[in-house]
Structures are given as structure tokens and as C-alpha cells.
């Protein structure tokens, strides 16, 4: 069995050593910036360097998150002068869910891992193969996948997979939730988030409430716990097991470290596996939330994951605190003691091939009381909190010699010195050749704000991206709406073929481009299901009746490559992040037409990303949250039927969540919609000219989205001055605020 690695996580040095003694391989931490935990006690720059070199005296390895969206400025102003001196101290990896970050680091930071962080959303095999080809060094997985999918991942991606196991889980795929930061403007893509799944809601379906009474927390999940599937994770080919807690205290991060590497040991060593009843109640009283589950690892979902009625992490009331021996690294040492000449010592580390040599002092007669072998051993054995010990240590004196404790002391601590210095030096690298002036000179696209250009965008080109059949074709009537878009997940799989036929022959008639939008995650059973359908849609494609695809996930880009589709017909929608010029270069080099400007930046920011392809939503109900977990499984159990149920929270608003059982998802809508067609804000818009407006229709019904229309053609096109406008409460957004 190929060897797995346990990653424990560390939000200080005191926990980085005592995971480390725990039994960790390598450890995950945050620094000073760019960290999806920006709330956590995270490492300073001279903890780094030194935890660094730590690690690497003990043969482990330090990974760094660096897992945000970041804008245009931290980029190019600040990544670069932030990762250099760990980049030369010998930093293992980075973690990273930015495109641009990725292509940046890639580039400049040549020898250093990538890993493509879960906040990339990567749940199936095409996904997977696209971070692989970019040259992602580890795939870090979403949480949601079952151990069958993950060993197709593994069967069919030659790219090392890493798996969470233990922990704290979102609700929301990670990097795909947009809850706390449009509530409150604390972005969890920016390190932010605010737990605003760990609060209570009301369920309601059709009028109904469905919390008997009780305060329910439906969105929040139970930790994770998959210790006794561990053969499983083997199997299924992951090499990384991650343990989550950065914001944990040290006896947590350490004691489940502990568990974690029994049972690893134990595996590794062969023979019956099975934890036993005390580490089972050790884990508990670690901390849980409400039990634990491995639902996800099993292909399970639903009530049983959710801890329902309280969403508190509890830990035993009382419990020793966890001592762990820390590792030391054996040495060899011969201490030679001569008359007239320095103490010599001589250290050879056998793990890393070094040899080195010190001296100090010089050894006189001994007039009375001279010194004794096991004296000077004694002394030399003292290594203390170095990380290092003598497995053998040799002692050759003359007789009558007398020796210093001092001098036998900096011996001692030269020669670990000078060895520590050996070993680490190995792990150095040459700063970059390019000068960060010069990465700066060569920016594909330039920074700056574009000039009034009010002509630019022409407001008779939308794009109206419809749920359903019914905003489909009330849309496709009008002139202005260029570009219709329908979302392939709110199709029933048994209607796929005859539905996707007639939204073409319906765009054909009325001369409209038709895109289709494709789903929210895109999983490897879904991706099955559209290849079995590809006839049909290749038809409409070679009739001329299909513009193109709106692509979602990573996973999505992967599977449209794999079917041939040209990168010119695919269009980014916004969960495929351009935060900054290299985000849109990445995907503009690859040849993508469109992508969609990022719903947390403010007006200001979306005027200096460039505007070449890019399409801004203008009106729509901004999805909050993308889940495998289901509202309405939750509540009822699965039936599997398409509805629409509504949370409502503390302050009364109630956010419209539905259900895509076609693809088993389910999408949290914000409770208003954003408005950006009204005159204060569309004078803006068009200051920002992008390529295309873009109008997203969800839980309308024909009515609320004939007055959408209404007011835009009002609003925007000066038409129809007597019809009532689309008068209900909205939103901005992020359009005027945006996000730290």
C-alpha cells in the first residue's frame, strides 16, 4: 500500500509542534495575508521562516495557504514581495483557488508545489484533469465526493489527490458561497466568512412553516469524521489525509493528530483494522457537532449529516490536556579530547548524509580532579529543545585533561549549528531571476480605469439566462435580448433531448443566439449523462443553432474540453472568479469569449478589470449558496421533485431556495434581487462599459418577469412611459460597497 501523508493544521507555532509530535507529516498554515482563515491567529513572516526550517529537520513539510480571491493590487503589488522570502527558505507548497494567483505563482515561483485548493470546487474527473494540465502538483477535493468517486478521479487523473477527514464541513460547496459576504460584505472568498450557516432559520413551503415550533439550524452540518474509513481512502488512492481546525485550539488539533496517525500506523503495518470505543469518545471529546458523520465518503446525504437543533461545537467539560514527546532527530557523535588542542566534535545525521565538525577551546593538564568520559558525555547529551539527540555517542580522551563545561557546551552547540545549517541549506532556493519591476512592466493587461466610453455598451445586446421554460420564452420575444441562456439543471432528465430541441428551433425562429447554461457542480454521474446526450446537442451545433455553453466550475471547462467544445463557445459565468487582470488573462489566453465580472467587486474595481468579454449582471437573484446537501431532503426526505422552499432569517427576509434534482443540488437565492438598470446605477454601468448587460431570471414567475422587462425597457430604452415598473425592494449588491 502506497504510503499517505496526515496534514495536520496549525494556527501557531505551539501547535505546529505539538501536531508535529503528534505524529503529522506536514502541516498547513496561514500567514500574514491571503489566508482563508483572515480571522485566525495566523504565523508572522519570522514564525514562517522559522517553522520552515523545523519541519524540514524533522523530514516534514509546511504547506501555505494562500487560498483567496485576491484583486488586482494584492497581485501585483503584494503576492510577490509576500511569498519570496518563503519561496527562499524551502516552502513545500502553496495552496491556492485563484486562476490568476496559480498562473502568477506558476510562473514566477518555479520548484514550489501547487495545490489547487477545495476552494476550487473540483468534484469530478474533468475538473481534476484541467488543474492537473495546468500543472496543479495536488488536487485538493471538495468535501461532498463519495470514496467511489474519488477512486474514478484517481483511476482516471494522474494527478495526487488530497481528502479532508476530519473537521468542521461548509454547507456550501467551498469557494461557490457568497452568503456572509453579500448579508454583510465578510467574503469567504476573501477569508472572511461569518458562519452565517451556523444560524437559525425558518423553513417555509408554500405558506407552511416546517419547524414545528422548534428553532431549527438547517444549514448546518455535523463534523467530519472518517477514521474508520481509512482502508477506504487507501484504496480510493488519496494521498494526503487533511485534518481541519486552524482556528482550533492545540489540544484539538494535536489529539486528533494523534488518533489520526495510530490508525494510519496501524493500516500501514497490516493485519485487522478496527478503531477501538475509547478513541472513538477521544474524538468526541475533542470536539463535535452533534455526533460526527463520513456521509459524504459514504455516497450518504441529508437530516442525518445536519446537526438540526443546535449548531454548537462541543468538547468534554473536563480533560487532561494532551502531552506529546517531541521528535528528535538521532545523531552520531565522536567527541575527541586531546591535551593542547580544541575539543573536536564530529556529528554525522544519518537521515540526510551530513557531516560536520567544531571545535572550541583548547584542553589543558589537569591539575587535580581531571575530566571523566561520562562527564563529558553527559554534558554533550544535553541537546534540549534542538530536535536533535545522540543515538551513539564515542568519547576519545587522554588521561589528566582538563575540560570546561563551556567549552564542551559551544562544541556542542556549534555542531548542531553548523549541522542545522547543512541540512537547511538543501532546501534553499536562488531568488527569482525576474526582477518585480519587470513582472510588473509585462502585465498582459494593464491596470488602470477605462475612459468614459458611454457608446461601448450597447444596451440592445443582452443576455437573459432563464431557469425556466416559462421566462425562457417570454424573454426570447424581446428585441433587446440578443443571447437567451437555459439552465440545463432545471431540466428533467427525462425531457433533456426534446427541451434543448425546441429552445433551438424557438432562438432559430426568432433569430436569437442560444446558450446553454450548464450546472452549478457538474459531478462525474452528470457529466455522464450530458455525454450520453451529446448527439443532440452536437446536431444543434452543426444546424447552427447553438451559440454556446455557460460554464460554471472547473469541473465544467474540463468536460466541454474533453468533448471538443472550442474554447470560443464557452462563456465564464461568475463562480469562475476574474478578481484581477491575471484571472482575466488566464482565461482570455485560453481563448474563452465572455466571462462574467465577479459579483463582490464595487463599480469603482469593475471599471479598472478589463472590459474585452466581459458581461455584467444588471438584474438577478444573486445565488448565496451551491450545496449537495438539500433544503428540502432535509425536511421531507428526497422525493425527487424540483421545489421552492424559503429560509427565513432574523430579520425577517426569506430567501428562496431550490432544489435541482436533475443534478442533485441545491441553490440558496438572496431574499431581493439586485437592481442595477435603475438611472443612479445604470449611469454607472455604463461608465464601466462592459461588453454585454446580462439579466438572470430564477424564482420569477411570468408575471414579476414580464415587469422586470417592463422596467428595463423603461428605465434603460425610454419605452412604454405608462407601464407600472418593476417596483419591488432590491438591492445593489456589492456594485457600491463591495468587499475588504
Known sequence: MKKMELLAPAGSMETLRSVC??????????????GARAYAKNFTQEELLQAIDELHLQGKKLHLTVNTLLKTNELEEQLYEYLLPYYEQGLDAVIVQDAGVFAFIRQQFPGMELHASTQMSIAGTDGARFW???????????????????????????????????????????????????????????????????????????????????????????????VDLLPELADAGVCSLKIEGRMKQTNYAAGVTAVYRKYLDLLEAGGDYAVSESDRRLLLDLGNRSGFTAGYLRGEKGRAMISLYSPKHTSAQQHETLQYQDAQRALYGLCECRIGAPVRLTVIDPMGGQTVCAEAGEIQTAKQSPARAEDVEKVLRQTGDTGYAFAQLEIRMDENCFIPKQFLKTVRRNAIGQLRQALTDGWRRSRPAQRLEDIR????????????????????????????????????????????????????????????AQAGQLCGQRQKRLLLAMPSVLRDDTADFYESQWNCIKIMQENNRLEGFLAKTYDTLGFLQRMGVPEAQIWLDSPLYTFSDRACAFFADK?????????????????????????????????????????????????????TLFLTDRCGKELPVRNYCSVCCNVIYNALPTVLYEPASFAQVMRIAPELLRMDFTVEDAAQTQAVLAAYEQYVLGRTPGTPLFDGESTRGHFKRGVE
Open 21 to 34: 509530535a503528534a505524529g503529522a507529516d506536514a502541516v498547513y498554515v496561514g500567514g500574514a495575508q491571503f
Open 132 to 226: 492537473a494540465q495546468e500543472g496543479a502538483d495536488r488536487i485538493v477535493l471538495a468535501r461532498e465526493l463519495s470514496l467511489a468517486e474519488i477512486r474514478r478521479i484517481h483511476g482516471n487523473v494522474d494527478v495526487p489527490l488530497e481528502c479532508f477527514v476530519h473537521g468542521a464541513i461548509c454547507y456550501c460547496y467551498s469557494g461557490q458561497c457568497l452568503f456572509s459576504s453579500m448579508l454583510g460584505g465578510r467574503s469567504g472568498n476573501r477569508g472572511r466568512c461569518a458562519q452565517p450557516c451556523r444560524l437559525p432559520y425558518g423553513v417555509r413551503e408554500q405558506g407552511r412553516s416546517l419547524d414545528g415550533g422548534r428553532e431549527l439550524y438547517p444549514l448546518s452540518p455535523k463534523d467530519l469524521c472518517a
Open 441 to 500: 512592466s509585462e502585465q498582459s493587461l494593464q491596470c488602470k480605469e477605462h475612459p468614459t466610453a458611454e457608446n461601448t455598451t450597447d444596451t440592445q445586446a443582452v443576455l437573459a439566462v432563464c431557469d425556466t421554460w416559462e421566462q425562457f420564452c417570454i424573454c426570447i420575444e424581446k428585441d433587446y435580448i440578443q443571447t437567451a441562456a437555459l439552465q440545463l439543471q432545471a431540466i428533467d432528465r427525462a425531457d433533456f433531448g426534446t427541451r434543448i
Open 591 to 643: 481563448g474563452y469569449r465572455f466571462h462574467t465580472l465577479p459579483l463582490e467587486l464595487h463599480a469603482n474595481e469593475l471599471r479598472r478589470l478589463p472590459q474585452t468579454g466581459s458581461c455584467l449582471v444588471i438584474y438577478g437573484h444573486a445565488p448565496f449558496m451551491v450545496s449537495s446537501q438539500c433544503v428540502n431532503r432535509t425536511m421531507h426526505g428526497c422525493d425527487g421533485t424540483d421545489k
